[in-house]
C-alpha cells in the first residue's frame, strides 16, 4: 500500500457511467493512512471557544464511513453512501454545522472483517465520529477500539449483541423485535395456528442468530414450532433449504439472510409448489430483485418487516428525500439504503448540532448529546429514544411488501407498530 500520508478525499457525488471511476478514484484514495491537520487537540478549544479534538478542525467537521462498495452489501452500501453524502451537500448549502462544513470520508472494507479493522485504524484518528458502519461481523471486531475511542458510531447492522455499548447507536429496532412482529403478522393474516410449523431460514452469525431468537421466543408464545436451517453468506442456491422445508410441511417462512437468498428461496418454492407465505427481515430484500425471474413469486408470497417505513411512503420528509435523491443521483435506484443512511446522517447532524450549542464538538460531547436524545425525529420514520444504551432505539415495525410499480419497488402494508408480547420479551432477555 502506498504510505503516503495525505488528507483523504470525500465522497463527491457523481452520475451515470461516471460513477465506476468515482468509485475507483475514491477507494484509491481513501486507502491510505492518514492524519488530520487540523483539530485533533482532544478537548482543546478552537478561536470560536468550541471544544475540540479529532476530527474537528476550524473549518470542517469530518464524519467517517466504514461501507461496503465491493461485497454483498454493495448495493446498499453505494445507497447509504450516495444519501450521506446529499445530506452533507445540503447541509453545507446551507453554512454547515456549528460553521463549518461537513465532510465525509469513505472506506470500503468488501465486507471484509480484517479489511474493516484496518480501515477503522486508519481512519479513527481522523474523524468525529461515524454515521455508517456496515455490518454486524465489522461492528463486532471493532467493539472494543471504538469504545476506548469514546467515538458514536450508528453501525448499518441491528443484531441486539450491539446493545449495551454507550458509543454504539443502534438504529429503530433489532432483528429479534422485527421477527416477533413477523410471528404476529402470520398468526394475525395468514392463519396460521398452533401445532403449525414455520421455517426459518438465517445466516449464521449475529444476524441470523438474533433473528432466530426473536422468532422462536414469538413461535413458543403462539403455540408454533420452528424448524430452522442455516446459511452462510455464500450460500445463493437455496433449493436443499427449500427441501427440507417442504419435508417439514412448513405453514410460512421466514427469512434473515441478503436479497439474493430471498430471491433463491422464493423462486425455488414457487416452482416446487411450496407457495407458503415468506417474511423477510429488511436486508433480505433489495428492489433489484423485482428485475429478475423470482419477481412474480415475490410479489405473490413475500412480506418483508422493518424498522424503516417504505421509499413510497406518503410520509412527506421521506417524499422530500426521495425527490432530491432522484435529482442528485438518477441512474440509482431509491431503496432502503437511501432512506437508512439519510436518516443515519440526520440523526448525526442533530447531534452535532446539540454538542456545538452546549460548546464543545469533541467526541465525548457529541457522545453526551447522542444520549441526551429521547424522542429523535427526522420525519422518516418513528421516533427514537436514545437515553439508554440497553434498549432499542424504537420497538415500532412496518410490515412492507414489494410491487414493482412503486418507488423502492416497495409499499407499505402496515404502519409502524408494537407487535403483542415484546415489551415482555425485553424485560425477560
Same mark, same amino acid.
Given at each position: 500500500?502506498?504510505?503516503?500520508?495525505?488528507?483523504?478525499?470525500?465522497?463527491?457525488?457523481?452520475?451515470?457511467?461516471?460513477?465506476?471511476?468515482?468509485?475507483?478514484?475514491?477507494?484509491?484514495?481513501?486507502?491510505?493512512?492518514? /492524519?488530520?491537520?487540523?483539530?485533533?487537540?482532544?478537548?482543546? /478549544?478552537?478561536?470560536?471557544?468550541?471544544?475540540?479534538?479529532?476530527?474537528?478542525?476550524?473549518?470542517?467537521?469530518?464524519?467517517?464511513?466504514?461501507?461496503?462498495?465491493?461485497?454483498?452489501?454493495?448495493?446498499?452500501? /453505494?445507497?447509504?453512501?450516495?444519501?450521506?453524502?446529499?445530506?452533507?451537500?445540503?447541509?453545507?448549502?446551507?453554512?454547515?454545522?456549528?460553521?463549518?462544513?461537513?465532510?465525509?470520508?469513505?472506506?470500503?472494507?468488501?465486507?471484509?472483517?480484517?479489511?474493516?479493522?484496518?480501515?477503522?485504524?486508519?481512519?479513527?484518528?481522523?474523524?468525529?465520529?461515524?454515521?455508517?458502519?456496515?455490518?454486524?461481523?465489522?461492528?463486532?471486531?471493532?467493539?472494543?477500539?471504538?469504545?476506548?475511542?469514546?467515538?458514536?458510531?450508528?453501525?448499518?447492522?441491528?443484531?441486539?449483541?450491539?446493545?449495551?455499548?454507550? *458509543?454504539?447507536?443502534?438504529?429503530?429496532?433489532?432483528?429479534?423485535?422485527?421477527?416477533?412482529?413477523?410471528?404476529?403478522?402470520?398468526?394475525?393474516?395468514?392463519?396460521?395456528?398452533?401445532?403449525?410449523?414455520?421455517?426459518?431460514?438465517?445466516?449464521? %452469525?449475529?444476524?441470523?442468530?438474533?433473528?432466530?431468537?426473536?422468532?422462536?421466543?414469538?413461535?413458543?408464545?403462539?403455540?408454533?414450532?420452528?424448524?430452522?436451517?442455516?446459511?452462510?453468506?455464500?450460500?445463493?442456491?437455496?433449493?436443499?433449504?427449500?427441501?427440507?422445508?417442504?419435508?417439514?410441511?412448513?405453514?410460512? @417462512?421466514?427469512?434473515?439472510?441478503?436479497?439474493?437468498?430471498?430471491?433463491?428461496?422464493?423462486?425455488?418454492?414457487?416452482?416446487?409448489?411450496?407457495?407458503?407465505?415468506? @417474511?423477510?427481515?429488511?436486508?433480505?430484500?433489495?428492489?433489484?430483485?423485482?428485475?429478475?425471474?423470482?419477481?412474480?413469486?415475490?410479489?405473490?408470497?413475500?412480506? @418483508?418487516?422493518?424498522?424503516?417505513?417504505?421509499?413510497?411512503?406518503?410520509?412527506?420528509?421521506?417524499?422530500?428525500?426521495?425527490?432530491?435523491?432522484?435529482?442528485?443521483?438518477?441512474?440509482?435506484?431509491?431503496?432502503?439504503?437511501?432512506?437508512?443512511?439519510?436518516?443515519? *446522517?440526520?440523526?448525526?447532524?442533530?447531534?452535532?448540532?446539540?454538542?456545538?450549542?452546549? %460548546?464543545?464538538?469533541?467526541?465525548?460531547?457529541?457522545?453526551?448529546?447522542?444520549? &441526551?436524545?429521547?424522542?429523535?425525529?427526522?420525519?422518516?420514520?418513528?421516533?427514537?429514544?436514545?437515553?439508554?444504551?440497553?434498549?432499542?432505539?424504537?420497538?415500532?415495525?412496518?410490515?412492507? /411488501?414489494?410491487?414493482?410499480? &412503486?418507488?423502492?419497488?416497495?409499499?407499505?402494508?402496515?404502519? &409502524?407498530?408494537?407487535?403483542? %408480547?415484546?415489551?415482555?420479551?425485553?424485560?425477560?432477555?
Amino acid at each position: 500500500m502506498n504510505t503516503t500520508h495525505h488528507r483523504p478525499r470525500t465522497w463527491r457525488r457523481t452520475t451515470g457511467a461516471a460513477l465506476a471511476g468515482a468509485l475507483a478514484l475514491l477507494l484509491a484514495a481513501t486507502g491510505c493512512s492518514s /492524519k488530520a491537520d487540523d483539530g485533533n487537540g482532544g478537548g482543546d /478549544k478552537s478561536a470560536d471557544g468550541v471544544r475540540t479534538g479529532p476530527g474537528i478542525g476550524a473549518e470542517s467537521i469530518r464524519l467517517g464511513a466504514l461501507t461496503d462498495l465491493t461485497g454483498p452489501y454493495a448495493t446498499l452500501g /453505494k445507497s447509504i453512501v450516495q444519501a450521506q453524502q446529499m445530506w452533507a451537500d445540503e447541509v453545507n448549502a446551507d453554512g454547515g454545522i456549528c460553521d463549518r462544513r461537513i465532510e465525509i470520508v469513505v472506506k470500503d472494507h468488501g465486507y471484509d472483517v480484517q479489511k474493516a479493522v484496518a480501515a477503522y485504524a486508519d481512519l479513527a484518528p481522523d474523524v468525529v465520529a461515524m454515521p455508517q458502519v456496515i455490518g454486524s461481523p465489522v461492528v463486532a471486531a471493532l467493539l472494543d477500539d471504538i469504545e476506548r475511542d469514546k467515538m458514536l458510531i450508528f453501525p448499518q447492522a441491528w443484531a441486539a449483541s450491539l446493545l449495551g455499548k454507550d *458509543a454504539i447507536q443502534v438504529l429503530g429496532t433489532t432483528y429479534d423485535i422485527d421477527m416477533i412482529a413477523a410471528v404476529d403478522f402470520l398468526t394475525r393474516t395468514k392463519g396460521l395456528k398452533k401445532g403449525d410449523t414455520i421455517g426459518h431460514v438465517y445466516f449464521e %452469525g449475529d444476524y441470523g442468530s438474533n433473528a432466530l431468537e426473536g422468532s422462536t421466543w414469538a413461535a413458543e408464545q403462539a403455540g408454533l414450532k420452528v424448524a430452522g436451517q442455516k446459511i452462510q453468506a455464500t450460500d445463493t442456491d437455496l433449493s436443499a433449504q427449500v427441501s427440507a422445508l417442504s419435508k417439514e410441511g412448513v405453514k410460512a @417462512v421466514l427469512i434473515s439472510a441478503g436479497p439474493a437468498q430471498t430471491a433463491s428461496l422464493v423462486g425455488v418454492a414457487a416452482s416446487r409448489g411450496l407457495r407458503v407465505p415468506v @417474511v423477510s427481515s429488511a436486508p433480505g430484500y433489495a428492489p433489484q430483485l423485482m428485475e429478475t425471474p423470482a419477481a412474480p413469486a415475490l410479489a405473490a408470497m413475500l412480506h @418483508v418487516v422493518s424498522a424503516a417505513p417504505a421509499v413510497s411512503s406518503e410520509l412527506p420528509g421521506v417524499q422530500r428525500m426521495v425527490a432530491s435523491y432522484k435529482k442528485e443521483f438518477p441512474d440509482s435506484p431509491v431503496d432502503s439504503g437511501v432512506l437508512s443512511g439519510y436518516n443515519a *446522517a440526520q440523526l448525526m447532524g442533530a447531534d452535532l448540532k446539540t454538542a456545538c450549542e452546549a %460548546g464543545g464538538l469533541s467526541r465525548e460531547d457529541v457522545l453526551k448529546a447522542h444520549r &441526551a436524545q429521547k424522542n429523535a425525529d427526522t420525519g422518516l420514520g418513528t421516533a427514537q429514544n436514545f437515553s439508554d444504551a440497553d434498549r432499542p432505539a424504537s420497538v415500532e415495525t412496518y410490515v412492507l /411488501k414489494p410491487d414493482a410499480k &412503486a418507488v423502492g419497488s416497495v409499499v407499505n402494508v402496515e404502519d &409502524a407498530h408494537t407487535a403483542p %408480547g415484546v415489551e415482555e420479551y425485553l424485560s425477560g432477555r
